[in-house]
């Protein structure tokens, strides 16, 4: 089972991009910015990304990765610390 939108066109789903502050270390970075509604399952997109909608906003930060599941979910991975603490 796949779960979709009755009547519903997916399409890229970028709607333009912004600066996003990610802490004193990374700073400002252009961040492309996502419509989250326009996203077709199966989508992988690698941070930092900014996605969109009516309900919430959802901030992937750089080395962080997305994707949009067979169910629309929007599934982040954060990347995993070095074993002494430091990415």
Known sequence: LVAGRRGHEYGDGRRGERRVYFGPVTGFVVTPVYDR???????????PGVFEER????????G???SIDAALNLLVELPTPAADGFA
């Open 64 to 66: 962080a990765t997305a």
């Open 55 to 62: 309900e919430s906003t959802t901030v992937v930060p750089p």
């Open 37 to 47: 509604y326009l996203l077709a399952p199966g989508r992988r997109f690698t941070g």
